[in-house]
């Protein structure tokens, strides 16, 4: 008999899934779709929110919720009420990060974001390999974003049909995956309870390098010259 997944994972799973489509996804540049993901993240951030607000009434935390919604508020009232729909975005990302800092813990927050990189890495390299050196991802559906940029889907890979030679991994241009990179890198080493995984380390310096992102490159040599390796 099939195990029945464990309700409590359901949630999580989904917050997780929607974040990954709303930070830097190659498809949010190309669907509009991160006011919609953001508007039912902050509604399933509410009660975590209303919890702690019943908790801890105002101290600081609170205050530096409230601190920031209205200085969106603000700002868009002084601008004329004009670009709603980025407004409306800043305020959902606000809600749904505060909603994520009080339920989860840090600690975990770090260790499901090294898994999903780590298995974003490896898929990235295949994907990277198998268009750069081979022709079976040629079937891949062609999409152009606002910007007019082409790029080649495969959902959990995808690449910029003119540069194919620079890894995007499944974000919409290169030097966002490598910023992603740095920070896992950042986060292996400093931030995880147990001991750094040099395996995994290696595996996401070898990105950055396919991802030929000077500025990618600058970072970690700065990173490396500082001994934060």
Known sequence: ????????????AIV???????????LYNIQNYGMYINIILSIISILPICQYYKKHKIDSFVLMFFSLIFMVVATYI????????????????????FGISIKY???????VFLNIMTAVSVISLIGYFLINYTNLLSFL?????????????GYIFNYITIIPERNCGIFWEPGLFAT???VSIVLEVCFKESKPNFIK????????????????YRITNYSFSNNIL
């Open 105 to 111: 813990d840090f600690k975990n927050v770090v260790k």
């Open 1 to 12: 008999m099939l195990k029945i997944i464990d309700r409590k994972y359901i949630i999580p």
């Open 141 to 153: 559906p062609i999409m152009n974003n606002n910007n007019d940029v082409t790029y080649a889907i």
């Open 16 to 26: 997780t899934i929607f974040l990954i489509l709303n930070s830097g996804y190659a």
């Open 78 to 97: 002084v601008s004329g009420f004009n670009s709603t729909y980025v407004y409306i975005y800043y305020i959902t990302s606000i809600i749904v990060g």
């Open 180 to 182: 992603f990179l740095i």
């Open 201 to 216: 380390i290696i595996l996401y310096i070898i990105c950055i390098l396919t991802t030929k992102s000077a500025a990618g």
